[in-house]
């Protein structure tokens, strides 16, 4: 069995007195789709934030493709999408790729994903002047220009219309399908069903169920399940 692309075991967190991540365990297998679900306040972006190696837990580890979350970006082996970025404010969609393009030695071609995303119709657009769903387009293809073995992906289709949704679905289906390894964290059950192969639900910073599609909803709805075992309390 190939070892899994991302292990964490039992890290916590805290911040303010607060516990953030609690003992939180869980992996992603290589060339699989996880889907990493939760309320708000659950720790998914912090997890995210823990694997990229932009906070460090007080207790626990985490491997990327066998090595430390510093060791596998050094490598140029982690792509992250984040949820929002003020850094790229006046730079313009390509201009943007091209330029991340030339940190990596065997870049995606730009023009190609450019197309795929659909970011040819405002390409000329500064980054700041964009609308929510064309700047996801545009960190999602910044995530992907690399080439990395496992990317991060934090709500990758929120604020797209549902064909533009529809459109990054496929296309991570088909990263799946040339072996590229995925987390992303989604409020969508139709998002976590229609592309994960695997599904682990947070809550409080900790795992409360995890499964396939098939097992976690062999008997209940994934919304019913997850409305079970979370509180929906971000406090």
Request: charged share 20%.
């Amino acid at each position: 069995m190939p070892a899994p692309a991302l292990e964490i075991d039992t890290i916590s967190l805290r911040r303010g007195g607060r516990a953030i991540l609690n003992e939180l365990s869980l992996s992603a297998a290589p060339g699989h789709i996880t889907a990493l679900l939760g309320p708000n306040g659950a720790g998914k972006t912090t997890t995210i934030r823990c694997c990229t190696g932009l906070l460090t837990p007080d207790s626990g580890t985490i491997r990327i493709l066998g090595s430390d979350p510093a060791t596998a970006a050094a490598r140029g082996e982690v792509g992250v999408m984040p949820q929002h970025t003020g850094a790229w404010s006046g730079i313009r969609p390509l201009e943007l790729l091209r330029y991340l393009a030339g940190l990596h030695a065997h870049p995606l071609p730009v023009a190609e994903l450019a197309t795929e995303l659909g970011l040819d119709g405002f390409s000329s657009t500064p980054y700041r002047r964009l609308s929510g769903g064309q700047q996801q387009l545009v960190n999602l293809a910044g995530a992907l220009i690399g080439r990395p073995a496992l990317v991060f992906l934090d709500e990758p289709s929120a604020g797209l219309d549902p064909h533009v949704r529809r459109r990054v679905w496929d296309l991570l289906r088909q990263l799946r399908e040339a072996g590229l390894s995925i987390l992303l964290t989604t409020h969508s059950m139709a998002e976590a069903e229609a592309l994960a192969d695997h599904v682990w639900i947070m809550d409080r910073g900790r795992v409360s169920a995890s499964g396939t599609i098939q097992e976690l909803t062999a008997t209940q709805s994934l919304e019913d399940l997850f409305l079970q075992v979370t509180s929906g309390d971000a406090s």
